[in-house]
């Protein structure tokens, strides 16, 4: 269960209450846009802590649930931010790349400004001057990485359920773009959509291999 644990560490040696954390949604997907959230939590407010104490990474929460903390979190964090970098920019520059600059996209939306950075995973901020730390599973040991990790999830699953409305063939309200057998079938019978990733398999094969049959 996600806990203040680092952050309280943090505010203990450091003396450093900005701390934002921050985690994505999307990378692994086939379509749509990978998401990045920050989420700086109101470290020195125990009464707006003690409301998002049951806060845990979106993967162990059900959709209801992550609906139900994402309007808790927009209501008792000290500020949060989130963007999303499409499937084009994706293809664009790479899934890395993109991931990187949500991050930074999402970081520049704080105010306050994050003195102090808990990043979900083994990505690093190069380009950015904060203190930060890269957490391997941080979304589950860090109360501010699931924040950001609820923030990140609910963002996308509505971007995805609105464009499902946009490409009903693909049922994206069902799969989030992501590589389930019905979504491979739809691929490979319909072939990709605008909001596909045409660098990532199996699309970047199949688009491959019409551009030589053509």
């Not at 040696?13 to 959230?37: F, K, Q, S, W, Y």
């Not at 049951?54 to 808790?72: C, G, I, P, T």
Request: charged share 25%; with cysteine.
């Amino acid at each position: 269960m996600a806990d203040l644990s680092l952050e309280t560490g943090i505010v203990k040696t450091e003396n450093i209450h900005l701390i934002a954390g921050l985690d994505e949604a999307g990378r692994g997907a086939l379509a749509g846009p990978v998401t990045a959230a920050a989420v700086i939590l109101p470290l020195q407010n125990e009464e707006r802590l003690a409301a998002l104490a049951e806060v845990n990474d979106s993967k162990q929460l059900s959709a209801e649930k992550r609906e139900q903390f994402y309007d808790l979190i927009i209501e008792h964090a000290l500020c949060w931010g989130v963007y999303a970098t499409p499937a084009k920019v994706i293809d664009e520059i790479g899934i890395l790349p993109a991931t990187r600059l949500a991050m930074r996209e999402s970081l520049k939306q704080l105010t306050p400004a994050a003195k102090y950075l808990l990043i979900d995973g083994r990505v690093r901020l190069a380009t950015i001057a904060t203190r930060q730390q890269s957490i391997v599973r941080g979304d589950g040991i860090s109360l501010s990485i699931a924040a950001a990790s609820i923030i990140a999830k609910v963002t996308r699953d509505r971007m995805m359920v609105e464009a499902a409305k946009n490409y009903p063939a693909y049922k994206f309200e069902g799969h989030k773009g992501y590589g389930t057998q019905f979504h491979r079938d739809q691929i490979a019978e319909l072939g990709p959509c605008e909001i596909h990733r045409h660098t990532f398999e199996p699309i970047k094969s199949q688009v491959s291999n019409q551009l030589i049959d053509g």
